[in-house]
């Protein structure tokens, strides 16, 4: 057994070898100065001493084989550690709990937890260590508090070298805590790109002692994160720098929300603008139609084929904008929502002889790709589940221009109950500057595009349950459409 001291007046063990038979290794829990209860890798009281006894007030039958918990107040992490050690990467050792007092209100204490492997298993010792005078039992609990944060922490000393880091920093910035503790803070920057387009929480650091609200983005593991950091530099009374903490939230859903609710914002704008003209715009473009056609057959019977040729060309455009304003009314028209059971394949072979006859005129080809078992159904508007599918089939054409490949995979996700209908193109790819604006009404990439068929393909998902994802590199565009299935 190692010791060291605690502060006080009690000397800890910080490690054992368990190489001795179970009385044994009871006798030997009898006789610690500290209570002290013994539990195997199912939780289990294994051995109790007299001084825990008593404190807990039950009899030493009552509690061996029992599961720790019926004494013991643990936080969740602490029960997942002592089941499964093998697979924990970090040994626990100092966390607080409550002991459960026979006949009293539970008594806050303060748990070491030493670790040791016999030939059967993993055991643990849990030592109740009694807080020393003087301490709060607010700062007790400071440093649970602290781990279990959902902001992320981080603590320097005066020469900026890493002292703490809750588990919320570490996965905020991609670290393993052993890694980074006594490093530089430059070693918290390792694992994260920071956007390029934004000023870095390094540079931020660099530039000021202390600053409050910051926000700036990176990527960490694949992830996108956005974030909010509180720095704040501690200065002694003589005007040295005695250390300083930072502050990290992840604010990526915020953000996301936010978004969101701008998209709808200027979405519900548009609708009333388009509810207050769309008509009265259809009243003279018919007006203006009907006599455009008329002029067209006097000047084909006149034989003026330039003069025809204009016409047609107005005749054109006059179509173009009852299309612009069917996309309008689509947007501030209440739309009645069928819901009802609906499956995706047959929707999808209903669109792909339209999609085939589109895909010819640009020399592309189409592939379905469908899952070898069958897909579940979808609670859903099948009529406006076609709009869209179609909507993307057509974009994914267009954006290719002459020649290539559209793709249509359906896929179903039974852990999330969804399924995700997938319109993949090898097209160049949206822009990386354009991927965040493409469902922003009347943004678009295309020369004679309106930008409203993905604002109107967006708000069908949403109104259905489900919502769009988008995906571009250099091999393409996906979009993958994600519809909530019917649990049956």
């Known amino acids: ?23 044994q290794l009871a006798s030997w ?30 009899d030493r039958e009552v509690i061996l084989r029992q599961p720790c918990t019926h004494f013991l107040a643990l936080p969740k992490r602490v029960e997942d550690y ?11 050792q100092s966390v607080q709990g409550s002991l459960l007092v026979k006949g009293s209100p539970p008594h806050p204490t303060s748990i070491q937890v030493i670790s040791g492997k016999s030939r059967g298993g993993w055991y643990h010792l849990l030592l109740l260590i009694p807080a020393p005078k003087g301490i709060s039992l607010v700062q007790q609990f400071a ?27 570490c996965r905020m910035f991609g670290l393993n805590r052993k890694e980074v503790l ?113 002029m067209k057959h006097a000047l084909r019977e006149k034989g003026e084929l330039k003069e025809q040729g204009y016409t047609e060309i107005m005749l054109r455009e006059i179509d ?35 999609i085939e006859n589109e895909a010819i005129l640009h020399n592309t080809e189409v592939r379905h790709e469908l899952e070898a078992t069958p897909c579940p159904e979808v609670m859903a508007d099948g009529e406006l589940l076609k709009q869209v599918f179609l909507n993307l089939c057509k974009n994914g054409i267009e954006a290719m221009g002459d020649g290539g490949v559209l793709t249509i995979r359906v896929r179903s996700h039974p852990k999330e109950g969804k399924l995700a209908v997938e319109v993949h193109d090898t097209g160049p790819g949206i822009p990386t500057y ?21 604002s109107v393909c967006q708000r069908i998902v949403h109104d259905i349950g489900g919502n769009i994802h988008v995906s571009a590199d250099g091999l393409g565009t996906t979009f993958a459409v994600f519809l909530p299935c019917i649990d049956r």
């Not at 602290?146 to 588990?167: K, P, Q, S, W």
């Not at 991927?435 to 930008?451: A, H, R, Y």
């Open 182 to 294: 006594g490093g530089p803070a430059s070693g918290l920057f390792r694992c994260i790109s920071p956007d390029p387009t934004r000023t870095s929480l390094e540079e931020k650091m660099a530039a000021e002692s202390s600053f409050r609200n910051f926000t700036t983005a990176w990527e960490v593991d694949g992830r996108h994160l956005e974030v909010s950091v509180d720095y704040q530099q501690l200065i002694e009374f003589s005007g040295g720098k005695a250390g300083s903490y930072l502050v990290v939230r992840d604010t990526t859903q915020l953000c996301s929300l936010e978004l969101q609710v701008r998209r709808t914002d200027r979405l519900a704008m548009i609708g009333q603008i388009a509810a207050g003209t769309a008509h009265e715009i259809r009243n003279p473009l018919t007006s203006i139609k009907g006599f455009l056609q008329v």
């Open 1 to 23: 057994m190692k010791y060291k001291e605690d502060g006080g007046d009690n000397k800890v063990p910080i490690a054992f070898h368990l190489d001795m038979e179970l009385d």
């Open 29 to 58: 829990v009898e006789r610690m100065p500290q209570a002290v209860m013994l539990v195997d890798d199912r939780c289990e009281v294994v051995a109790v001493n007299s001084r825990l006894l008593k404190a807990l007030r039950f």
């Open 434 to 454: 354009a991927i965040d604006k493409i469902f922003d009404p009347f943004f678009t990439t295309k020369e004679n595009g309106t930008g409203l068929g993905l």
């Open 143 to 169: 440093d649970t508090l602290i781990t279990d944060l959902h902001f992320g922490i981080v603590v320097l000393d005066d020469r900026d070298r890493v002292t703490e880091m809750n588990r919320a920093a």
């Open 82 to 92: 002592l089941t499964h050690t093998d697979q924990q990467e970090d040994q626990m």
């Open 320 to 354: 173009r904008i009852n299309d612009l304003v069917s996309e309008f009314l689509l947007l501030s028209k209440p739309r009645s929502v069928r819901m009802h059971p609906v499956q995706v394949e047959n929707v999808l072979q209903e669109l792909l002889p339209i």
